[in-house]
Protein backbone atom coordinates (compact mmCIF):
# COMPACT_ATOMS: atom_id res chain seq x y z
CA UNK A 1 0.00 0.00 0.00
CA UNK A 2 1.63 3.37 -0.59
CA UNK A 3 -0.41 5.23 1.96
CA UNK A 4 2.10 6.08 4.93
CA UNK A 5 0.12 5.45 8.22
CA UNK A 6 1.76 8.74 10.55
CA UNK A 7 -0.16 7.98 14.04
CA UNK A 8 -2.53 6.04 15.31
CA UNK A 9 -4.97 7.45 18.50
CA UNK A 10 -7.32 6.18 20.94
CA UNK A 11 -10.11 7.96 21.24
CA UNK A 12 -11.90 6.84 24.40
CA UNK A 13 -15.77 7.45 24.07
CA UNK A 14 -17.18 9.07 27.90
CA UNK A 15 -20.40 10.40 29.28
CA UNK A 16 -17.89 13.68 30.72
CA UNK A 17 -14.43 14.41 30.19
CA UNK A 18 -13.89 16.92 33.13
CA UNK A 19 -13.32 14.37 35.21
CA UNK A 20 -10.56 12.78 33.43
CA UNK A 21 -8.56 15.88 32.81
CA UNK A 22 -6.63 16.18 36.20
CA UNK A 23 -5.06 12.75 35.87
CA UNK A 24 -3.69 13.45 32.17
CA UNK A 25 -2.79 16.79 32.43
CA UNK A 26 -1.90 17.34 36.23
CA UNK A 27 -0.82 14.19 37.63
CA UNK A 28 1.17 12.95 33.44
CA UNK A 29 1.84 16.33 32.22
CA UNK A 30 -0.05 16.01 29.46
CA UNK A 31 -0.91 19.14 27.76
CA UNK A 32 -4.33 20.20 25.95
CA UNK A 33 -3.45 20.85 22.45
CA UNK A 34 -7.28 21.14 21.44
CA UNK A 35 -10.79 21.38 22.99
CA UNK A 36 -14.23 21.62 21.43
CA UNK A 37 -17.08 22.39 23.74
CA UNK A 38 -20.79 20.49 23.20
CA UNK A 39 -23.63 22.33 24.61
CA UNK A 40 -22.42 22.98 28.38
CA UNK A 41 -19.69 21.19 28.83
CA UNK A 42 -16.46 19.46 26.71
CA UNK A 43 -17.47 17.78 23.87
CA UNK A 44 -14.09 16.83 22.75
CA UNK A 45 -10.02 17.12 23.78
CA UNK A 46 -6.93 15.90 22.57
CA UNK A 47 -3.89 15.88 25.01
CA UNK A 48 -0.42 15.44 24.10
CA UNK A 49 2.96 14.91 25.54
CA UNK A 50 6.38 13.68 24.01
CA UNK A 51 4.95 13.22 20.70
CA UNK A 52 1.91 10.90 21.97
CA UNK A 53 -1.45 11.66 22.51
CA UNK A 54 -4.87 10.95 23.47
CA UNK A 55 -8.60 12.03 22.89
CA UNK A 56 -11.57 11.92 24.64
CA UNK A 57 -14.61 12.67 23.28
CA UNK A 58 -18.53 12.58 24.89
CA UNK A 59 -21.05 10.13 23.91
CA UNK A 60 -23.68 13.39 23.33
CA UNK A 61 -20.84 14.91 20.71
CA UNK A 62 -20.62 11.84 18.66
CA UNK A 63 -24.01 11.48 18.24
CA UNK A 64 -24.21 15.15 17.09
CA UNK A 65 -21.05 14.60 15.00
CA UNK A 66 -22.09 11.09 13.34
CA UNK A 67 -25.77 10.23 13.11
CA UNK A 68 -25.08 7.17 12.92
CA UNK A 69 -23.29 6.68 15.77
CA UNK A 70 -25.64 8.00 17.86
CA UNK A 71 -26.22 4.80 19.79
CA UNK A 72 -22.74 3.88 20.35
CA UNK A 73 -22.13 2.88 23.81
CA UNK A 74 -20.98 -0.62 23.42
CA UNK A 75 -16.98 -0.85 22.62
CA UNK A 76 -15.85 2.63 24.08
CA UNK A 77 -12.81 3.15 22.52
CA UNK A 78 -11.97 4.15 18.72
CA UNK A 79 -9.05 4.52 16.69
CA UNK A 80 -7.20 7.72 14.57
CA UNK A 81 -5.11 7.26 12.10
CA UNK A 82 -3.40 9.97 10.19
CA UNK A 83 -2.18 8.88 6.65
CA UNK A 84 -0.54 10.45 4.38
CA UNK A 85 -2.67 9.83 1.70
CA UNK A 86 -6.53 8.94 2.19
CA UNK A 87 -7.13 7.99 -1.27
CA UNK A 88 -5.24 4.74 -1.33
CA UNK A 89 -6.71 4.24 2.29
CA UNK A 90 -10.45 4.03 0.24
CA UNK A 91 -8.91 1.29 -2.28
CA UNK A 92 -7.46 -0.48 0.04
CA UNK A 93 -10.62 -0.31 2.02
CA UNK A 94 -13.18 -0.64 -1.00
CA UNK A 95 -16.33 -2.57 -0.32
CA UNK A 96 -15.90 -1.93 3.37
CA UNK A 97 -19.11 -0.34 4.57
CA UNK A 98 -18.36 3.04 5.63
CA UNK A 99 -19.68 4.80 8.96
CA UNK A 100 -19.30 8.01 7.55
CA UNK A 101 -18.58 8.66 4.01
CA UNK A 102 -15.44 10.91 3.04
CA UNK A 103 -15.67 14.54 4.52
CA UNK A 104 -13.98 17.48 5.48
CA UNK A 105 -13.81 18.65 9.04
CA UNK A 106 -13.82 22.04 10.57
CA UNK A 107 -10.21 20.96 12.20
CA UNK A 108 -8.94 20.59 8.82
CA UNK A 109 -8.86 16.63 7.97
CA UNK A 110 -10.69 14.86 5.49
CA UNK A 111 -11.67 12.10 6.63
CA UNK A 112 -13.63 8.43 6.29
CA UNK A 113 -14.99 6.82 9.17
CA UNK A 114 -15.77 2.90 9.33
CA UNK A 115 -15.81 0.20 11.42
CA UNK A 116 -13.12 -3.06 11.57
CA UNK A 117 -13.80 -6.69 11.91
CA UNK A 118 -13.94 -6.45 15.71
CA UNK A 119 -16.53 -3.64 15.78
CA UNK A 120 -14.18 -0.96 16.84
CA UNK A 121 -14.82 2.76 15.09
CA UNK A 122 -11.70 3.91 12.94
CA UNK A 123 -11.52 7.09 11.45
CA UNK A 124 -8.75 7.54 8.80
CA UNK A 125 -7.85 11.15 8.43
CA UNK A 126 -5.21 13.21 6.17
CA UNK A 127 -4.64 17.07 6.74
CA UNK A 128 -6.36 19.39 4.28
CA UNK A 129 -3.54 20.27 1.94
CA UNK A 130 -1.33 17.36 1.84
Do not use: C, N
Not at 15 to 32: H, S, T
Not at 48 to 75: C, F, I, K
Not at 80 to 89: N, S, T
Not at 98 to 123: C, K, N, Q, S
Request: cysteine-free; aromatic content about 8%; proline content about 7%.
Amino acid sequence: MSSTIQSITPVLLVERIEPALPFWRDRLGFEVLAEVPHEDAIGFVMLGRDGLMVMYQTYASVAADVPALARERGTGVGLFIQVADLGAIEKALEGVPLVHPRRRTFYGMDEIILREPAGFVVTFAQPVGE
